[in-house]
């Protein structure tokens, strides 16, 4: 999701994030490089890659519940920002804030 946002909305983003979770986003991340355009499949993809599991993993499930638990430790409007970043496809992603809150 970093590399897929502006350099500010990432960094913004980023700075809301506790402590470990924010090592972890920043963790590899080259911001002369951002932002990585992706369709909403290759998006997925790219996170079905990256997980490592003993188990077939669901990445639209698994993104669906990540962005869930953020979205409760971040306020509502800056998490809107970050979902109204993505293109229209995409903002599915995010939780319905809502049934969120």
């Known amino acids: 999701m970093r590399d897929r946002l502006q350099v500010d909305i990432a960094v913004h983003f980023g700075a809301q994030l506790p402590m470990l979770i924010r090592g972890l986003y920043y963790e590899g991340w080259e911001p002369s490089k951002v932002p990585i ?38 306020g509502g409007g800056e998490i809107d920002k970050v979902k109204h970043s993505f293109p229209h496809d995409m903002q599915s992603l995010f939780p319905d804030l809502a049934k969120a809150a």
């Open 37 to 74: 355009k992706l369709s909403r499949q290759q998006f997925l993809d790219s996170i079905r890659e990256k997980i490592v599991a003993d188990r077939v993993i669901d990445p639209l499930e698994t993104t669906q519940a990540v962005l869930s638990v953020v979205s409760t430790y971040i």
